[in-house]
């Protein structure tokens, strides 16, 4: 079966570092990653989406890779703030039939320390 | 513009009880998602619709899980009767049609079952 698996340990960085997630997959390389932020008690919020032929995809402070070799995502956040503490998904975007879908990784949660 | 509403965001029931849980999309979504995020976890899709039809259940325990979307817009999630296991955030979430499928998530509903 497919597999999108995420570090299940807390990653606790400090104020202006830059954090490193990383998400792996197993058994084929899906043609789309996305990655979601969740706060507690919230729905998760769409951030960025790679596809398998890009390396790299920028958007203001985050930055995501994709090595197809590896078979890894990484979500980089630079310039960390308390702010950006939430729990980050990955999620590989797959087709069932017809539909198109989303399998999740389990998160990892960053907390960001002043 | 308005996002993913649900209801209630949190229920208590006890083993063997009813419960059914409400979603309404963001207007003009075709294609609304019914999500089980267990602790700890990330969101596994239990059940796709695209307008009023089925996509996709294959994940959806179905003797005891069920959940409609009558005319292409709200939706109802039901469980009966509740299993301890039950116990976890139901997410809804909504979609255009399209490549990427980015996905908007209402708040979720946090079931608990004593």
């Known amino acids: 079966s497919q597999k999108i698996e995420q570090n299940s340990e807390a990653l606790n960085i400090q104020e202006g570092k830059t954090a490193t997630l990383t998400c792996n997959y197993t058994?084929?390389?899906?043609?789309?990653l996305q990655w979601y932020r969740q706060d507690p008690g919230r729905g998760p919020v769409f951030l960025l989406l790679i596809r398998e032929n890009e390396k790299e995809k920028r958007k203001e402070r985050l930055k995501v890779t994709f090595d197809t070799t590896l078979k890894q995502s990484l979500f980089h956040i630079t310039a960390s703030q308390p702010a950006d503490s939430a729990t980050y998904l990955c999620?590989?975007?797959?087709?069932?039939?017809?539909?198109?879908?989303?399998?999740f990784g389990s998160g990892t949660q960053l907390t960001v320390l002043p | 513009e308005a996002g993913v509403a649900q209801s209630p965001r949190y229920k208590i029931i006890e083993k063997r009880q009813s419960v059914a849980f409400w979603c309404n999309p963001i207007?003009?979504?075709?294609?609304l998602y019914w999500y089980q995020q267990i602790l700890g976890q990330g969101p596994k899709l239990l059940i796709q619709?695209?307008?009023?039809?089925?996509?996709?259940d294959s994940q959806l325990p179905k003797d005891r899980f069920s959940a409609e979307r009558l005319k292409g817009v709200d939706s109802t999630l039901k469980i009966q009767p509740a299993k301890l296991e039950d116990s976890a955030v139901y997410l809804c979430?909504?979609?255009?049609?399209?490549?990427?499928?980015?996905?908007?998530f209402g708040p979720g509903t946090r079931l608990t079952v004593l």
């Open positions: 999620a590989r975007l797959g087709s069932s039939g017809s539909a198109r879908q989303l399998t």
């Open positions: 619709f695209q307008n009023n039809g089925v996509v996709d």
């Open positions: 058994n084929y390389s899906p043609a789309y």
């Open positions: 979430a909504s979609s255009l049609p399209g490549e990427y499928n980015e996905q908007f």
């Open positions: 207007s003009g979504h075709a294609t």
